[in-house]
């Protein structure tokens, strides 16, 4: 018999057997408190620990959407050394000045740019090196709302929102008119209202529900949104924070929102990255974004 086997048939000793040993016997938990304890004393000394290395499993599992030390130059440096991540159920904003490259970082998510070092992960997968097609399967898991809302002008509403399902799904006729009506519904459209309008038909706060309405329509677990409020009025551009968050919310989805509105950004966002000069200058939670008394960072948010 084994020392393990033997542990294991011993009835555990009580306090008052005269044969328990002097040293207390370990209880279940003990490893684990132990851990602890070792764990808050590194942390007490030296901060918290690091997050896992990108080539982990434990990184891949923790991030749906991870960017990794990414560099990328179009006629100039645009991306310098710019990683970010999202874990599950996640939004992160992504904030900066114009041409700082918040849309350049969408387009690396969906596989529509390849940096020129780094990697980009998706639910674990590395993507820069796929082919084509494995790369189409990967943006199908993404819900993409455009900038300027883009939908095709010439297609009525109903068209826009069954695109993706007809460019993506096998659905039949009938199942994508039930999912056309019940995204619109989603996002407060009245499908009976709509479906048959032109965008050019619409308000400017309609046309962004429709963006958003077809943007989900294949039931995606990542939504990316570049600028869904820009240009509308601060009622509607709360309406639409709203509708994001129900999004959110509601489909447990995890979200990138490329955004000028800070105040939109603070309501819907896990973590907020602040792009400037090429580089993450900030990356870390809405509080510690207004706790934070880098001059850039106070400057930027504008006394928000
Ligand atoms: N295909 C391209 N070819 C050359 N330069 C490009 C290309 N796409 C983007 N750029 C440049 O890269 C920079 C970042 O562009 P990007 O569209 O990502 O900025 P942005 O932060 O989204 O700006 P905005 O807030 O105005 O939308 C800009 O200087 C832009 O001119
Ligand atoms: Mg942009």
């Given amino acids: 018999m084994t020392d393990r086997e033997e542990r294991r048939i011993t009835p555990p000793r009580g306090p008052d057997d005269p044969t328990a040993p002097e040293t207390p016997l370990r209880r279940p938990g003990d490893d684990e408190r132990v851990r602890r304890a070792i764990r808050s004393a590194i ?9 896992p290395p990108a080539n982990t499993m434990e990184f891949k599992a ?60 998706v639910d674990g997968e590395e993507i820069t090196q796929l082919n084509f097609d494995r790369a189409l399967k990967v943006r199908q898991k993404m819900g993409m709302v455009f900038q300027g809302a883009a939908l095709f002008d010439s297609m009525t509403v109903y068209e826009n929102v069954a695109y993706p399902l007809r460019e993506h799904t096998h659905l039949s006729e009938e199942e994508i008119e039930t999912r056309v009506r019940e995204k619109l519904d989603f996002v407060d459209l009245d499908p009976d209202k709509v479906m048959d309008q032109t965008p050019a ?24 949104y570049d ?25 447990g989805a995890t979200s990138v929102v490329v955004t000028h509105d800070v105040r939109s950004a603070f309501r819907m966002a896990s973590k ?5 000069n090429r580089k993450i200058h900030f990356f870390g939670t809405p509080e510690e974004l207004t706790g934070s008394d880098d001059p850039y960072l106070r400057d930027f948010l504008g006394g928000f």
């Fill in 62 to 121: 923790m991030n749906v959407i991870a960017l990794d030390h990414i560099y990328l130059a179009f006629d100039e440096p645009i991306l310098e050394d710019v990683s970010l991540t999202a874990k599950a159920g996640e939004t992160v904003a992504v904030l900066g000045e114009s041409g700082t490259g918040k849309s350049t970082i969408l387009k690396l998510l969906l596989r529509l740019l390849v940096p020129e070092r780094g990697r980009v992960f």
């Fill in 272 to 276: 907020i990255a602040v792009l400037a």
């Fill in 43 to 51: 942390e007490a000394d030296a901060g918290p620990l690091p997050p």
């Fill in 227 to 251: 600028e869904p409020t820009s240009g509308l009025d601060p009622l509607t551009t709360g309406t639409i924070t709203h509708l994001i968050l129900k999004l959110q919310r509601e489909l």
């Fill in 201 to 224: 038909e619409l308000s400017g706060g309609m046309k962004k529900r429709v963006g958003i309405a077809r943007g989900m329509a294949n039931n995606p677990h990542i939504m990316l």
